[in-house]
């Protein structure tokens, strides 16, 4: 339609998208600010300035960015539709000519009614069905554009392409056409887009062309639009270009004109229509009992697993980097430790982190330690256990999947290291638990169907069709395949992460899984896209742990010893039990029950803690349900009649006996030569080796020595828990402002309409026009405030701050004195004082 023939405006139809703000109620603004929470910071002083934020490009890429595909294709489709176009033309651009594409007319329909409601509520678009236009910005970004394809696809139009064309070449072009001559180029480009949006003289007129014109055209029609000609182009093409199906564009670049791509694609400005979101389909069915206990077996394992981790580094774990982070063989070892991949130690080490549990030490030589809130966590039942690591895991913006991965800077991504955040990464959990929720209980889904349902949500950047080479004229293609975005990626993580720390069992979401989302609260329900306060998320904590605990293994008092010197445990254990065990017996084997072995060694070990022969055969007595093996009795008995016999001191160091013939025998191992030992006294041997050296070198030999003071009294070695400082968990990391709650956005709404009417309240001229802020001397302004005060007129102000801030107000003055008017200001809808040296002048308002 050309701009001569747009239909009046109606007088009720706004005039701007500050016009349609206006006639928002409340709610919608709230809405508007809740989807779009960057228009917030800092709050616009009236409308006008908040359309106007609203229209900046960052801000409106970042809303394209947040639409759900559908929402984006009809935004696309509006981009090259007339402005302003009418609900009408815009469903033709989307269901095509015959409503088909998207599953039926009624569909498409109900699915392109939602999806203006969303771009209305974003002020994306405005105006009403019949006037609908886009913002301006969102247009220059969608539209087709000579330096990028309009992601339908679609070319300019044919007076855009003709633009520069000169007179008599069109008048060429409307003759090959078969239409009359026009006497201007204007009327030419009428008559030629009439031809091309008129169905039937279209297709007569492709009827006629050769087959390898049509092939050429089938190529270009879905996009890109754009293609290379020779300077004498076969014969098919000169067909096309002496007819205006391509257009020249610049020295060897012809386009095809988006109404005539739109008749070949009957209409529709996208090639697959996608009004509704896949649907999330279930792979196996479980019993929602089996998928609940296997959830609950992995949840205890999660908790053995980050218990081992920082009881691996309880006495001081790695060194940190330089540039911060754990280093890849400090990982390595870490995954040998815990007997599990290094991607999966990571993300242990990770989530310890996440939880406040381990943290640097802040020394001159600095390492990773246990938190002083690890050994509060270890105080709780194993359920709140699980919950505190459950909740740290759900909202934390660090990603333990790019760990191995490189940064911008072809940096190496280290554990614990920087640049591991990213702010979509709670959301993105949180959503694929909830599409969890969708499917039936005990039932684990596709994770294509997930992927897919998440590109649906919020299709990837830049995702655009290719084009070919056919006929002489080339299309550029994209090469190779693009790698797999953050989102699905960060997806897939989620799926495994969440099987790890047994959110799910079995692929499918447990019970106390659905808790901590929030699916099974009625005070706490899920939302999409909503993030749950603190509050919230303790109460859902506390609600998935009470699920848990019923189902989780009792901590036994016992084991099992048998005749091989070994002990097992056929579940978990009693916390002060597990820690005496794991003193006395080496660790074997773990699983559903754990292998304990004793060794020379390991006995050794509880001697060097402080217990005696008779509190180790009292301690395995008490805790065994079997009889003690006559092996291990003698094992105990055997390594404490040798142990202490030998002691050693600092000298630099010196071994001391009451056996000479046991220090005569030491002097002839060929073996402590490397000690360096000579005999002061019958009983007594000096080494210039340190303390620790000599008395690891006499075990080495086979003996049994012990550290003694200088009092002469036995050395009792326990193992020293290396805590950090107190340390605070990481907070998450928010890329842009964080989300308004409901009291800072009615707080706004009310702020920016304050502020509105003190811009739009019609106001009686002030005695010099132009300027932003009334202008009264210090008198005027004075003898208007206390005439106000007497007849409760409200006032037009200018005033400026203490900051310079100039701002205009609507007040109604109550009382002036000592230099001050305090008033009922309309614009922050309360009661202010003003000190009357900082008001510009005063103006009274419209009668009306």
Sequence with gaps: MSTDEQPQRPADSPRSLAEA???????????????????????PNDLTQLATRAATRASVVRALERLDRFAQQVAEALAVAPEPATYDELHALVAGDEGEGGGGDASVGAALTTALATLRE??????????????????????????????????????????????????????????????????????????????????ALLDEAPAESVEVLSRLVWGPPYGQVTADPARHLRWLLDRGLLLPTSPGTVVLPREAALHLRAGRAHRVLEPAPPAVEPLREHRPQAVDAAAAS????????????????????????????????????????????EPV??????????????????????????????????????????????????????????????????????????????????????????????????????????????????PPRGSSGGGASTGGVSTHAPVGNAPLELRARIAQWTLNEAELLGVTGRGALSAHGRALLGSESEETPARAGAHPSPAELAACGARAARLLAPLLPEPLDHVLLQADLTAVAPGPLDRPLAETLSVLADVESKGGATVYR?????????????????????????????????????????????????????????????????????????????????????????AQADPGALLEGLRGMGFAPAAESAEGDVLITRAHAHRSPPRTKPEPVHDGPPLPDTTLIGTAVRAIRAGDLASTTPRKATPEKGEAL?????????????????TGEALWIGYVNAEGSASQRVIAPIRVEGGFVTAYDHTADEVRTYPLHRVTGVAELADD
């Design 21 to 43: 703000l206006r006639s928002r109620d409340d709610a919608s603004l709230g809405a508007l600010l809740h989807a779009r929470p960057d228009l917030l910071t800092p709050v």
């Design 122 to 203: 974003q002020a994306l678009i405005w105006g009403a069905d019949d006037r609908l236009r886009l913002v301006r910005t969102a247009r220059e970004l969608l539209a087709p554009a000579p330096q990028y394809p309009s992601p339908t696809g679609l070319g300019p139009t044919v007076a855009e392409a003709t633009a520069g064309m000169s007179p008599n070449r069109m008048q060429d072009i409307v003759a090959a056409a078969g239409l009359p001559s026009t006497h201007d180029a204007v009327s030419a480009v009428k008559s030629l887009t009439e031809l091309f949006t008129d169905r039937t003289r279209m297709s």
């Design 298 to 341: 992995q949840a205890y394992m999660a908790l053995d697993t980050v218990e081992e981790l920082l009881k691996d580094w309880d006495e001081g774990g790695p060194t940190v980097l330089r540039a911060g982070g754990l280093s890849v063989r400090d990982l390595k070892r870490t995954a040998v430790a815990l007997d599990v991949p």
């Design 345 to 458: 130690a990571a993300f242990w080490v990770e989530l310890a982190y996440a939880a406040g549990l381990v943290a640097s030490d802040g020394d001159a030589d600095e390492r990773y330690a246990a938190t002083p809130a690890y050994d509060d966590w270890q105080e709780l039942p194993a359920a709140e256990r699980w919950s505190v690591i459950a909740t740290a895991w759900l909202t934390a913006t660090r990603t333990a999947g790019l760990i191995g991965g490189r940064d911008g800077k072809d940096r190496t991504l280290s554990a614990l290291g920087p640049h591991l955040d990213r702010s979509s990464a709670p959301e993105i959990r949180r959503r694929v638990l909830t599409l969890l929720t969708t499917l039936p209980d005990g039932a684990s889904p596709t994770p294509e169907s997930i992927l897919a349902r998440l590109r649906w949500e919020r």
């Design 598 to 686: 004793f060794t020379p060694g390991s006995v050794r070990r509880a001697l060097d803690a402080g217990k005696s022969a008779s509190d180790l055969h009292a301690f395995l007595a008490a805790h065994s349900r079997t009889p003690v093996p006559q092996p291990l009795a003698y094992l105990i008995d055997d390594v404490a009649r040798k142990h202490g016999h030998l002691r050693i001191g600092a000298a630099s160091a010196y071994v001391r006996c009451d056996d000479e013939a046991l220090l005569n025998e030491i002097l002839a191992d060929k073996r402590s030569q490397g000690l360096r030992l000579r005999r002061l006294a019958p009983t007594v041997l000096a």
């Design 774 to 790: 009334p202008r009264t001397t210090a008198a005027e302004t004075l003898a208007t405030m206390q005439t106000a005060v007497l």
